[in-house]
């Protein structure tokens, strides 16, 4: 454990655990290290990879040095990667996806890429910019209506949105409120994928609805070479135990 430095000054927390070649994990809207399925991921990778988890800026254990910027982000995930020994697979998670596609068209140095439901459209846009209106809750004070309304921006079943206030977790992600923010930037900026050269796994959860699949549809359709699988999971989520495995597989 430790942080990195960005190139910005910013300090990235992150955890190192396994051995093997370099695997970085990185997480989709409102996860951390200590929040969300990628310390479990983790593990299950452990025995055959070296893998980096890492807190996200604005997350955890990390800084988040104003204005956000994409490019801050992809140089967070730089600096992990050039601590894991100057290149490395990567799994990206939902908007942990697309930040993983705008480093590798940037130049990361990622071997390989699995992209587990990026919520990227290729269609126009369908609907209001909601990033003003949370970035107004969070001054406000209100953390936890600005988590509420990126849930169901994004289209987070009713049921999953009124479940995730009642859980004992709701703290956290109230407290990761203003970076809800910095992923619908991501997910609203394309990257060039004509840029991305690493073989590329593209996943979906065969409980996810249909927008997430053609989500993941387009992205496989615009990656030359990329591999398409639908893995067995609850809606926009696969458990560790089924991920794993494919994700050995692709980057072997």
Do not use: K, N
């Amino acid at each position: 454990m430790g942080p990195v430095i960005s190139a910005d000054g910013t300090r990235i927390g992150f955890s190192r655990v396994g051995t093997g070649p370099a695997v970085v994990l990185v997480d989709a809207a409102c996860c951390f290290r200590a929040s969300g399925p990628m310390a479990g991921v983790a593990e299950a990778l452990s025995g055959s990879f070296t893998v980096f988890t890492y807190d996200r800026r604005g997350r955890g254990e990390s800084g988040d040095t104003a204005p956000y910027a994409i490019a801050r982000e992809v140089e967070d995930l730089a600096a992990v990667v050039e601590e894991a020994g100057g290149s490395a697979f990567a799994h990206g998670f939902s908007s942990g996806a697309v930040l993983a596609l705008h480093a590798a068209a940037a130049g990361v140095p990622l071997r390989a890429l699995s992209l587990l439901e990026p919520p990227l459209s290729f269609e126009p846009a369908g609907g209001p910019d909601v990033r003003p209106e949370i970035e107004a809750l969070v001054a406000a004070g209100r953390r936890g209506d600005a988590v509420t309304r990126f849930q169901v921006a994004c289209g987070v079943p009713e049921e999953f949105v009124e479940g995730a206030r009642r859980s004992p977790g709701w703290p956290l992600l109230e407290a990761l409120a203003h970076t809800t923010a910095y992923d619908l930037t991501i997910t609203a900026t394309p990257p060039d994928l004509a840029a991305v050269t690493a073989p590329a796994l593209i996943l979906d959860s065969a409980s996810s609805d249909d927008r997430l699949r053609s989500w993941a549809d387009g992205v496989a359709e615009r990656l030359p070479g990329a591999t398409r699988r639908t893995l067995p999971g609850e809606w926009h989520g696969v458990t560790p135990e089924a991920l794993a495995p494919v994700l050995a597989e692709h980057f072997r």
